[in-house]
Structures are given as structure tokens and as C-alpha cells.
């Protein structure tokens, strides 16, 4: 066969999901919200998490009104054991899990020196620790499928640092560097896992900097696209990363950010 040839892509579009199941961590609001979106959009049958059940039903109930295939799973991503059982019940019920997004966490702003220890260890059970749980759930079961995805949410700040969210720094940066552990595990066996990188976008999470007319003139003044982003723009990243497009992908950090990490 001629390298010029393609039997899959003539025939198919590479970029849907139809018949895949996703599991979309922390999704009831924000940027896991619009991830969960992108990827029913594409065809994915969407299993939502978080831990407020009422929360995940409306988030769940605008997704069903758009026409897309939506369950819910109210879960601990940050408690190992809950997990695996919801891992287990996801997979008995509704079938295997063949994309994961790893998108739970959280944001703590203040100086260094003044987070307690707890303050510390929530923050990295929430942003780490759930990766790791949940990545290692359902990577065990695609392990013997031999095949899935996963996409871990990091951060511009998995490259960069800024004043007064140093936890949140390593903590993204950590999740960096076990995304490429995970490929680097999981690949040989059929598994791809990248990390989606977003800039600053307009969440919840963000809502104080958003409304900071100086914060804002700085960020708008120093990103290439001259914007804040919103989640929408990620959409097309992640079902790239879910998809059969980026089967010759792995441990590698898409970064979503207007060009931030760029430019100094």
C-alpha cells in the first residue's frame, strides 16, 4: 500500500467520538462543564462527576435539553476507595470507560507563608491526588482492553509561576510530569495520555481576576491574542486529544492559553 493511502480517514472522521464513554471529573460548572460539552457534541456518551448531586443533575439536565447522552456519578475523586468503586459501577452499568478527563480541582490564593498544612494537603489531594486515583481506575481496566484515553487538565501554571499560588504551582506541575509517567507506563499498552493546558479563562474560579480592572489590562496587555479566554475554546483541544486524530499522541501538554507561555 502506497504511504500516500488512507483506508481510516477517507472513510471516517477521525475527530468523532460515537459509542465512546467519557468520564469527565469535577464537570458540574466551568471549564469541566464545557469539556463534558465539547466532547457529547462529538459523539461521546458523558458521565458526569462531582460531589454535589443537585449540582451534577442541572448541569446534566442543560446537556440532555442540548440533545446530548448524559449520566452522573456523585463521587470523592480525592478518596482512593471511592473511586474505584464508582470506577466499578460505571463499568458494570453503563459500560467501559474508554475516554477519562481528569479535571477536578481547586485554587487557594495567598502567600506561601501562610498556608496551614491542611490548607496544603487539601489542595494537593484535590489537584493530585485525583489524578492518580482516577487515572489508575480506569487505566487498569483499559490496560487489558488495550485501549483509551486520558487527558489530564494542568495549567499555565504548570510551566509558570505567579504571586501568592505557589501550592497551586506545584501542584499542577506535578500534574505535568505524572501525565508524561502515565504515557510513558500506559502507552505500551494502547493507553494515550496528554494534559490540556488552559490559560486564563473566564470561571467561577476566576471571577475576582476577571473583575480586577488592573489584572485584567496586565493579562489582556502580555497574551498575543489580546483576550481572556473562554471555555469554549478548549473544546476542540480536548476531543483532538480524545479522539483516533491524536492516535500517534502522547505525553504531551496542550497548551490552550492564547500564546501566554510564549511570550515573557
Avoid at 475527530?15 to 464513554?21: E, I, M, N, P, Q
Avoid at 489531594?125 to 487489558?144: H, K, L, P, Q, Y
Wanted: with cysteine; proline share 3%; net charge neutral.
Amino acid at each position: 500500500m502506497s504511504i500516500f493511502t488512507s483506508t481510516s480517514m477517507s472513510t471516517s472522521n477521525p475527530f468523532r467520538l460515537d459509542g465512546r464513554l467519557a468520564l469527565i471529573t469535577g464537570s458540574s460548572a466551568g471549564i469541566g462543564f464545557a469539556l463534558a460539552r465539547a466532547l457529547g457534541q462529538a459523539g461521546a456518551t458523558l458521565v458526569l462527576n462531582g460531589r454535589d448531586a443537585a449540582k451534577l443533575e442541572q448541569a446534566a439536565g442543560v446537556l440532555r435539553g442540548e440533545g446530548l447522552q448524559v449520566h452522573t456519578r456523585t463521587f470523592d475523586v480525592t478518596q482512593a476507595e471511592a473511586v474505584e468503586s464508582a470506577v466499578q459501577d460505571i463499568e458494570s452499568t453503563l459500560g467501559a470507560i474508554e475516554i477519562l478527563v481528569n479535571n477536578a480541582g481547586m485554587q487557594r490564593r495567598m502567600p506561601l507563608h501562610e498556608f496551614s498544612t491542611e490548607q496544603w494537603h487539601e489542595l494537593m489531594r484535590t489537584n493530585v491526588d485525583s489524578v492518580f486515583f482516577t487515572g489508575r481506575a480506569v487505566a487498569r481496566r483499559m490496560i487489558e482492553r488495550r485501549r483509551g484515553r486520558i487527558i489530564n487538565v494542568c495549567s499555565v501554571q504548570s510551566e509558570l509561576g505567579r504571586p501568592n499560588i505557589a501550592p497551586y504551582t506545584a501542584s499542577k506541575g506535578a500534574v505535568k510530569m505524572l501525565t508524561k509517567g502515565m504515557a510513558i507506563d500506559w502507552g505500551p499498552h494502547g493507553i494515550n495520555v496528554n494534559g490540556l493546558g488552559p490559560g486564563y479563562f473566564r470561571t467561577e474560579l476566576n471571577e475576582k481576576l476577571v473583575a480586577d480592572e488592573q489584572f485584567s489590562a496586565w493579562l489582556i496587555g502580555r497574551t498575543p491574542s489580546r483576550r481572556w479566554g473562554n471555555v469554549e475554546d478548549l473544546g476542540g483541544a480536548a476531543v483532538f486529544l480524545a479522539s483516533d486524530a491524536s492516535s500517534f499522541v502522547n505525553g504531551h501538554i496542550l497548551y490552550v492559553d492564547g500564546g501566554v507561555t510564549a511570550t515573557l
